[in-house]
């Protein structure tokens, strides 16, 4: 007889014999003659050697499938329990462990903790900054040889300019990172003493750190065809994913401060009495706090600046864009889907940096009020009375923020000034241009791309067929537009 499955290992899960599953629910518990006379030679057969080692290698497989299946289901279940919610306090950089490998693996966060337990500058971190700077200053090149020798049309032009800022934002903020690394050191050594609990959701950050990148390079590369369009995949993913990954790598930090702010906050307001050493332990988590803003400040104020003009250049392009075509119809709809699609996707960025820096401020607020609150609770006579006072003023006079260079602090304000500064602009450029051939900028009978009758009213571009970009003959000129 056959060894059962039950002996070899791993088991194998089996069935009794003797009930069709199927027949058992409708009353029928035995097994028909037919089905009878069948199993005698399937169990003859089963009973040979080559039948056992089968059936051994069938069940092996299908507890390594079902063994594989449990360690995925756990593995997938912790991390987003570890991600999700953890009342256990943790270091910024554990906590947001997946935001900082990102950055890690494009060169911007280039502090990594060695075996001592201290910061250094990770050379193995550099190679990627170095990578990325470089493919950024070769894909300047194409522009400035297109602006010089081809003269686009103003309405391509101002389509470049987004992409070409790009490259020098990626450029300037890796310079900036590198430049300071000493303060970032001490950043992260600061930071290690602030421990807050996790309440992230994996889906949203990898939703900013690929979503973003994978829109805009799409729309950019939806411009391009053939060969050209290859050529073009590196420069235009790497300007799309290193600002994404940057926005998410400020924001972690931000995010980090706004829920020791409302930790701080909660700790002030379930207290009932308070003695000198409880009033001394909020001074120094609010010094702390402070000192820490500081060097998130002094790093990112600059980087953060450039960002917003950038998210600014994106938003004014993308509206010129949309004005400035004359025809909706065939293969223009593709074209305005790939100016709307990034304009919305560029608006809910700025939008959402500019909310995590009001949450900051906000939770600030809450802070001072709960501190005011406590102060009516105390006797005037007590010194803890004077000393909550002396700390709600301080407080008052310096408000944890996160400072953008040369503006005012980010907030929603910063998105509703700058919103009318980016439509004012807009208004600028349009009375610079005229939907004319001068706006085009292109003779008769002569096209610089294949969507030019989309923006151009000359009439033979408005006849001209969209099959033309995947002709051989805009291979060149494609590939001078490499930052569309």
Known sequence: MSLPCSQITPPCAQRPRGVNSTHFGRGFHKLGPSRRFFCIPLNVAMSTPESKEGKSSVCGIKGKLKEGKARL??????????????????????????????????????????????????????????????????????????????????????????YIFGYLFCIIAYVQMLLKSKKMIAYMETSRSMKISTKISVPVFLFWLFFYPAVLAAAALSMFSGIAALICIPPITVVSFIPATLDVYMACYMMAFYRYLNELTQEVQARDVWAGEDVQKVTDSWMYLTKLAGLHNEIFSFTLHLRVILLMTQTMSFLFCVWGMVRYDGMCIMVFLFNVVPLCEVNARFLSLCKIGESVINASHRLIRAITEAIYRIDPDLPEHFSLSALAARLEARPISIQNWGMESLSARTFVSLSSVVVTYLVVLLQFCQKSIEFTNIADGVMFTWFDSCFCENTTLMNASFTAPWNDSYLLSTYLHTDI
């Open 73 to 162: 289901e756990s593995a997938w279940r912790n991390g987003f329990a570890l991600w999700k919610c953890d009342k256990e306090k943790l270091p910024i950089e554990e906590v947001y462990r997946v935001p900082f490998f990102f950055a890690r693996v494009v060169g911007i966060h280039v502090v990594q903790r060695n075996a001592e337990g201290t910061y250094a500058v990770s050379y193995k971190g550099i190679i990627p900054m170095v990578v990325c700077s470089l493919v950024c200053l070769v894909a300047l090149v194409p522009p400035i040889l297109m602006i010089v020798f081809t003269g686009p049309p103003y309405w391509f032009m101002i389509m470049m300019v987004p």
